[in-house]
């Protein structure tokens, strides 16, 4: 789930926002609070470093009632012309920032017809070259945006196609729903393990179970023991709060995450990338400075993966590459290197932030 482009209103998220203090309400999450304790489990790992990526999304933010067009495709292409576009804009990806993962959405439109032959082509094309890909469903828009899966009935044989033709493929993992916020945690955790008894064959350690709410806190699904074995994915944005410190944003962070981040990846964390900020130095008085420097920070201390939202979508002021090239033979550009620094800080390279 993302936010609106350019300067008009950013209605979803600010409703994430008035979701995340109610959740930060109920939890006790306050941003003096210490990090929330909750039982891990068994985790798949003993740290998420391993995930380094970008989520492409379509212009439309992902949430659609037809086809999913990823920014620099389109739905007309065959799958020869969808894989060679998407290799090269998966080298882009590495080329420029250093990535080796995607996050890519999926919908029983784009999944059930005759259009998923071409759209496996992207995700053939990130694994071809050794990317890990996040293969996540989104909810449709209008009535349908509501955190609810918009209708079982096609659901199921979505993720049965997909599953079937990815459970060998050792690059991919499955993300049962992104931002399942119409349920209680207790309904998200047992939709999440139906998921994984219904697929029972596909190793847990490439399940990524989005953390409650609009995938704002980890804790709940962590404290479940049937999701033993699970990655578990977190969003975290700067626009939650008109303002906070550096050390404000450290602690909302680390309360959503509590004792799991040995099993979380920030799979959504974003911030403007075209309007001019300078993320290599402190800027005390500027929130989203504040911002990105803190979950940088945070995740290269705790040793967490991250996927920037959104690496590409078109039109998109939070885009940290954009197209260049001809539409046959895309290239990327870097919109904001300072922004990209930051990534790079929080998958283990570059260097800190300035004084």
Known sequence: MRKTSGPSPRTPRLRAALVAVAVAAVTGATLAGSPASASSGAAPATDTTQFKGVNWADPRDNFADDLLQLSGLSTTDTYRQTNAKATRIIAAFRAN???????????????????????????????DQGFKVIVSYWEGTGARKDG????????WPMWDTVVKAYKNDKHVYFEPMNEPHGYTDTEWADIAAKWLSTYAKVPRNRVFVSGAGYNDHVTSVCADPRLNGTYLSLHHYGFWKDYATYDQWVADL?????????????????????????YDVKTPDD???????????????????????????????????????????????????????????AWGRGKPVKG
């Not at 996050?103 to 995700?123: E, H």
């Open 254 to 278: 680390k309360v959503r995450i509590g004792d799991c981040a040995n099993r979380t990846v920030a799979d959504e964390f974003g911030a403007p990338m075209t309007t001019g900020l300078n």
């Open 287 to 345: 929130n989203f400075v504040n911002y990105v420097q803190a979950v940088t920070d945070t995740f290269r201390e705790l040793k967490m993966g991250s996927v920037y939202w959104p690496g590409l979508r078109t039109d998109d002021t939070y885009s940290i590459q954009t197209l260049t090239g001809t539409t046959a033979r895309p290239w990327l550009a870097t919109t904001n290197q300072s922004g990209a620094d930051r990534l790079a800080w």
């Open 97 to 127: 920032l250093g990535a080796n993962t995607v996050r890519l959405p999926i919908n029983p439109y784009t999944v059930d017809g005759a259009y998923w032959k071409s759209y496996r082509g992207v995700i053939d094309a990130a694994s």
């Open 148 to 155: 609810y899966i918009d209708d079982t009935a096609t659901y």
